[in-house]
């Protein structure tokens, strides 16, 4: 079992930055790749970034490529999110999720979520 906690959501206005944080506690974090994914209003949860468990590894959704950065410090159990150059459509509830069973950008494969964290980017 893992568990997940989110935190670091808030107000920012466009084009401005902010970090999002996930700790996970349970199983032995560095042995699973972990997953952002986000779920806009009126919209189905989607995509954004994963990391592989040794964090060589990434993936980004073309929308965020170049002003996302995923990240892992294995140490301290936790994955973040860095986003620069957020817009409007940024806006949405950012979920972590963790240990995928296939592809890591798929929604399909994780089994593991934290409660989510609120996005908001004002134009």
């Known amino acids: 079992q893992v568990q997940l906690v989110e935190s670091g959501g808030g107000l920012v206005q466009a084009g401005g930055s902010l970090r999002v944080s996930c700790e996970a506690s349970?199983?032995?974090?560095?042995?699973?790749?972990m997953g952002w994914f986000r779920q806009a209003p009126g919209k189905e949860r989607e995509f954004v970034v994963a990391i592989s468990w040794t964090g060589t590894t990434t993936f980004y959704a073309d929308s965020v490529k170049g002003r996302f950065t995923i990240s892992r410090d294995n140490a301290k159990n936790t994955v973040y999110l860095q986003m620069n150059s957020l817009k409007p459509e940024d806006t949405a509830v950012y979920y972590c999720?963790?240990?995928?069973?296939?592809?890591?950008?798929?929604?399909?494969?994780?089994?593991?979520w934290g409660q989510g964290t609120q996005v908001t980017v004002s134009s």
């Open positions: 999720a963790a240990d995928p069973s296939g592809r890591l950008w798929d929604i399909r494969n994780y089994d593991y």
């Open positions: 349970g199983r032995t974090f560095s042995s699973y790749p």
